[in-house]
């Protein structure tokens, strides 16, 4: 019953390099999303993918690029990281065609960037 | 975008029922309210959704007013595992990016 997967669980990256982040789900759920939390606030999307093959940008996309690989697979890249983007990145999915479906979320990949 | 206002904490103690309410004066006809629960080290998760009126399952119970400007979360009998943070979200749920997660309320339940 594994739900919403996300790899790595913890990662620490120096300034400039680059990183994605991984997530997979099987609940067959269309739609897919990437949050950022930061200490003491609530979460953030960065991008979403309604559906396979479509992606569109949330409240704070700069500095990350997404790929929806597959219907389960939504993966996360910062390509030259920054100490700003230090977080808890989350992943979720929900069912489409029905309005407000829950969403699923994952239990978060903790990256520090120095 | 409805904006939401709750209590930035609350405190209990075991045994209580707890009550959490969410303003969002400019609630929009096709948005739903949603309640959300957070552990520390997890990610969100779904306790409970309405639209209008009173909506129970088996954790939790939502009471929404006629004019929907709010919205009260309600746990009966809160235990130690309920110490959590509490988001209250409001939004058509259109695909997820009408759904803006503020602060939230963090629970302590106390002994």
């Known amino acids: 019953n594994a739900g919403v997967t996300q790899t790595p669980k913890f990662q620490v990256l120096k300034t400039g390099q680059s990183m994605t982040l991984q997530c997979a789900q099987d609940?067959?759920?269309?739609?897919m999303y990437w949050y950022r939390q930061d200490p003491g606030m609530g979460l953030r999307l960065i991008y979403y993918s309604a559906s396979e093959g479509t992606t569109d940008k949330g409240e704070v996309p700069n500095g990350y690029n997404v790929s929806r690989l597959n219907k389960r697979e939504f993966s996360l890249r910062l390509e030259s990281a920054a100490p700003s983007q230090t977080s808890v990145y989350f992943c979720?999915?929900?069912?489409?065609?029905?309005?407000?479906?829950?969403?699923?979320f994952g239990d978060g990949t903790r990256l520090s960037i120095l | 975008l409805a904006k939401t206002t709750q209590p930035i904490s609350m405190d209990s103690y075991e045994g209580q029922e707890v009550n959490i309410t969410c303003s969002h004066n400019n609630i929009a006809t096709n948005d739903y309210i949603t309640w959300y629960q957070q552990f520390p080290s997890q990610g969100p998760r779904f306790i409970i959704q309405g639209y209008k009126t009173k909506v129970t399952n088996e954790v939790a119970s939502l009471f929404i007013p006629a004019d929907r400007k709010s919205s009260t979360l309600s746990l009966p009998r809160v235990s130690l595992s309920d110490t959590a943070v509490y988001y209250c979200?409001?939004?058509?749920?259109?695909?997820?990016?009408?759904?803006?997660f503020g602060p939230g309320t963090r629970l302590s339940v106390l002994p």
């Open positions: 609940m067959n759920h269309n739609s």
């Open positions: 979720a999915s929900s069912a489409a065609g029905l309005p407000n479906q829950p969403q699923h």
């Open positions: 979200l409001v939004g058509d749920g259109n695909y997820g990016q009408n759904f803006v």
